[in-house]
């Protein structure tokens, strides 16, 4: 009896081992969206061809900076942050049919230029809706910002 109660604790503690990391996802996840202005986003972190280098995530608008944290990550604070005067949308375009298995679906890739100490061009992936959400929140800048 004694050997079936310590199996029933290991198989009971691996269960809660196992459950804890994607309840913290789950729950970071309801953070970010409690927070508001959240909408799924994947960002191209590798530069190249073909499907490789997509990680799905979630961006936030956070006043002036538009911040993009990975969709499996534990990490409270933005994997990438893009400040609103330094963006410029380049052009926006329909995923490959090898971008798309990635992707979540019906998203559109947004190539973007990303002005500070250097110039760096990114790629975002989104919702149509989302995309006309980011034009607007790019065209919405207060007045007197200028864009570089």
Partial sequence: MQGWLVAVEILV?????????????AGRRRWLARLGGTFECSLRLRSGSGAGGW???IGRYNQEILEWFRFFSFALRPRKSFVRRQVRVI???EPSAAEAV?????QRIVRIE?????LERCNLAMS???VTG???WLEAA???ALRS
């Fill in 91 to 93: 052009d926006t375009r």
């Fill in 102 to 106: 990635v992707l979540y679906a019906d």
């Fill in 128 to 130: 149509p809706g989302s």
């Fill in 13 to 25: 503690l691996v269960a809660l081992c196992l459950a804890l990391p994607l309840a913290l996802l």
């Fill in 55 to 57: 990680s799905l995530g």
């Fill in 142 to 144: 207060p007045p007197g």
């Fill in 114 to 118: 990303v002005a500070g100490d250097r």
């Fill in 134 to 136: 980011l034009l607007s």
